[in-house]
């Protein structure tokens, strides 16, 4: 069985930062990609936030761009998203993904609010 523990969501205002966490375990092997994607609304759809690969290519969404860093620590199959200059826009519930072909992992998500 494969555990994701996410961390690090909370209150913030506008400009401020915050570090999720992400640290996978269980039987998961072959690792692909981890990354972080974010649902801003109830019913809006899960949007892609940021991910790596095990070779540390990453790929961000534009919106995210200059922003926000993912980065991960492979011997410990976790996966960090550090988050600057944080606007209201970004409010939403944010899930980390672990993609271990052909299997598809998903955290439990933890709420980012950016107050105005």
């Known amino acids: 069985q494969v555990q994701l523990v996410e961390s690090g969501g909370g209150l913030v205002q506008a400009g401020g930062s915050l570090r999720l966490s992400c640290a996978a375990s269980?039987?998961?092997?072959?690792?692909?990609?981890m990354g972080w994607y974010r649902r801003q609304a109830p019913g809006k759809q899960r949007e892609l936030v940021a991910?790596?690969?095990?070779?540390?290519?990453?790929n961000y969404a534009d919106s995210v761009k200059g922003r926000f860093t993912i980065s991960r620590d492979n011997a410990k199959n976790t996966v960090y998203l550090q988050m600057n200059s944080l606007k209201p826009e970004d409010t939403a519930v944010y899930y980390c993904n672990v993609d271990w072909s052909p299997f598809n992992s998903w955290g439990q998500g933890t709420q980012v609010t950016v107050s105005s």
């Open positions: 991910t790596i690969t095990t070779g540390g290519y990453t």
């Open positions: 269980g039987n998961i092997f072959n690792i692909i990609s």
